[in-house]
């Protein structure tokens, strides 16, 4: 069996986890994460804290609650070292204290990426307040995660059914990457590593429709396509972008695979909260058609290259795949 690096796997404050919404039951500590882990032959863990909390608070509430994941998660990366590593989580619109706590993540605490959601207080990551945001990543060149929020605009129609967390948050994700690209983010900032979760939401489906919006511009009757800030067909962005592969359905993973490109997937289960999960996540790679090289570097070697991991860094099953 080929190493493994989980590249999508969440835990949540203690004390949210102690919510009455789980029963006593909540699948999303540390604890869950290792036994998961332990089960499957992860070989090593990335692990976030989702920050859908963040929603409902002011940004000094917000602060300080970053703040409290990241000293918890430096302690966490240090008691199991070999197992884990953890990510920095911000905001990238809410102003000067949040990205004076996320360069202190980055260059104190030594977390090894940041993730952030993609909208936040009806705020999206190409916003003109986030640029500081991304000069901070960009000058570290740390991977940036991207993930749906709790809910998305137009939640009201997607109440039944799991629709809001099975579709409406994957387009908030696509619509999120969508933004960045024609907003002009790797015109800014040529060397970002960006990855989105969940096959970005099926931005790879769309990227068609988005290249021919690009060629037709004000020609279109598709709406104005002002200030065009891209060189570029919004395809040749996205190839710069990662994927992770948690989707659970093989041809939806082929087409990201496809579109992307071998070097620019990277596994993913999303578990826990999905911990029940993980075997179906790991055989959809082992599905994929790919040579054994290739799958290699879907399971461990790009995200230890995100991540710049070097032999010290990794277990020993991870060696081969380190710098």
Same mark, same amino acid.
């Given at each position: 069996?080929?190493?493994?690096?989980? #590249?999508?796997?969440?835990?949540?404050?203690?004390?949210?986890?102690?919510?009455?919404?789980?029963?006593?039951?909540?699948?999303?500590?540390?604890?869950?994460?290792?036994?998961?882990?332990?089960?499957?032959?992860?070989?090593?863990?990335?692990?976030?804290?989702?920050?859908?909390?963040?929603?409902?608070?002011?940004?000094?509430?917000?602060?300080?609650?970053?703040?409290?994941?990241?000293?918890?998660?430096?302690?966490?990366?240090?008691?199991?070292?070999?197992?884990?590593?953890?990510?920095?989580?911000? /905001?990238?619109?809410?102003?000067?204290?949040?990205?004076?706590?996320?360069?202190? &993540?980055?260059?104190?605490?030594?977390?090894?990426?940041?993730?952030?959601?993609?909208?936040?207080?009806?705020?999206?990551?190409?916003?003109?307040?986030?640029?500081?945001?991304?000069?901070?990543?960009?000058?570290?060149?740390?991977? /940036?995660?991207?993930?749906?929020?709790? %809910?998305?605009?137009?939640?009201?129609?997607?109440?039944?059914?799991?629709?809001?967390?099975?579709?409406?948050?994957?387009?908030?994700?696509?619509?999120?990457?969508?933004?960045?690209?024609?907003?002009?983010?790797?015109?800014?900032?040529?060397?970002?590593?960006?990855?989105? %979760?969940?096959?970005?939401?099926?931005?790879?489906?769309?990227?068609?429709?988005?290249?021919?919006?690009?060629?037709?511009?004000?020609? %279109?009757?598709?709406? %104005?396509?002002?200030?065009?800030?891209?060189?570029?067909?919004?395809?040749?962005?996205?190839?710069?972008?990662?994927?992770?592969?948690?989707?659970?359905?093989?041809?939806?993973?082929?087409?990201?695979?496809?579109?992307?490109?071998?070097?620019?997937? /990277?596994?993913?289960?999303?578990?826990?909260?999905?911990? #029940?999960?993980?075997?179906?996540?790991?055989?959809?790679?082992?599905?994929?058609? /790919?040579?054994?090289?290739?799958?290699?570097?879907?399971?461990?070697?790009?995200?230890?290259?995100?991540?710049?991991?070097?032999?010290?860094?990794?277990?020993?099953?991870?060696?081969?795949? &380190?710098?």
């Amino acid at each position: 069996m080929l190493p493994i690096v989980e #590249w999508h796997t969440h835990v949540i404050p203690p004390e949210d986890a102690l919510d009455p919404y789980w029963r006593g039951k909540c699948p999303l500590t540390i604890e869950n994460v290792i036994d998961a882990h332990d089960k499957n032959d992860i070989a090593l863990s990335v692990v976030t804290d989702s920050i859908h909390q963040l929603k409902d608070y002011s940004k000094q509430q917000a602060l300080d609650a970053l703040k409290a994941w990241h000293d918890r998660a430096a302690r966490l990366q240090e008691k199991y070292r070999g197992k884990i590593v953890c990510f920095a989580s911000s /905001v990238p619109t809410a102003g000067k204290e949040i990205e004076k706590e996320l360069v202190r &993540a980055l260059d104190q605490l030594k977390l090894k990426g940041v993730f952030i959601t993609s909208s936040m207080w009806k705020t999206y990551p190409d916003d003109d307040e986030a640029l500081p945001f991304w000069e901070i990543v960009a000058d570290r060149d740390v991977p /940036v995660f991207i993930h749906p929020p709790s %809910s998305a605009y137009g939640e009201e129609r997607m109440r039944n059914y799991g629709l809001n967390s099975s579709i409406g948050r994957p387009a908030d994700n696509m619509l999120c990457l969508a933004r960045l690209i024609v907003r002009g983010i790797y015109e800014r900032f040529p060397k970002l590593k960006i990855v989105a %979760s969940h096959l970005g939401g099926g931005i790879s489906e769309v990227i068609g429709r988005m290249d021919y919006a690009y060629e037709m511009r004000e020609d %279109s009757f598709l709406g %104005s396509y002002s200030p065009l800030l891209i060189k570029a067909p919004p395809s040749h962005y996205l190839k710069r972008m990662y994927l992770d592969l948690a989707c659970y359905h093989l041809p939806a993973a082929k087409c990201a695979m496809e579109t992307v490109g071998v070097d620019h997937v /990277v596994y993913g289960s999303d578990a826990p909260p999905l911990t #029940w999960l993980k075997p179906r996540a790991i055989k959809l790679v082992n599905d994929l058609p /790919v040579s054994a090289e290739e799958r290699g570097r879907i399971f461990a070697g790009n995200a230890l290259k995100l991540m710049k991991l070097t032999k010290t860094d990794v277990p020993p099953v991870l060696q081969n795949y &380190a710098a």
